[in-house]
């Protein structure tokens, strides 16, 4: 089993920045894929961005140029820093890992484990 435990979020202006972590305990060894989803009121999830143990990463091109996901092994956490926030930012933000990288190179949201995620709202 592995815990995922997100943080960081909050409310910001448009414009702003904000940066989440979400940090991995458990059986770590067998994590490969960590990724970002969000969902906002009504809608459905949606991927953020993902990345590989290895560093390969995958955007949604929404927050291309904005948002970068990143990842520091040693720590088993997973980073978004989110800049230039706009209103439609606005949504809860999951952290899913999974052994797959499939999932981070195809952006499906088949991961085996979710964190509870954090609300992330921007203002206009």
């Known amino acids: 089993q592995v815990q995922l435990v997100e943080s960081g979020g909050g409310l910001v202006q448009a414009g702003g920045s904000l940066r989440l972590s979400c940090a991995a305990s458990?059986?770590?060894?067998?994590?490969?894929?960590m990724a970002w989803y969000r969902q906002a009121p009504g809608k459905q999830r949606e991927l953020v961005a993902g990345?590989?143990?290895?560093?390969?990463?995958n955007y949604a091109d929404s927050v291309k140029g904005r948002f970068t996901i990143s990842r520091d092994n040693a720590k088993n956490t997973v980073y978004l820093q989110m800049n230039s926030l706009k209103p439609e930012d606005t949504a809860v933000y999951y952290c899913?890992?999974?052994?797959?990288?499939?999932?981070?190179?195809?952006?499906?949201?088949?991961?085996?484990?979710w964190g509870q995620g954090t609300q992330v709202t921007v203002s206009s």
């Open positions: 899913a890992a999974d052994p797959n990288i499939i999932l981070v190179i195809t952006g499906s949201d088949e991961y085996d484990y």
């Open positions: 990345i590989t143990s290895g560093g390969r990463t």
């Open positions: 458990g059986s770590i060894f067998s994590i490969d894929a």
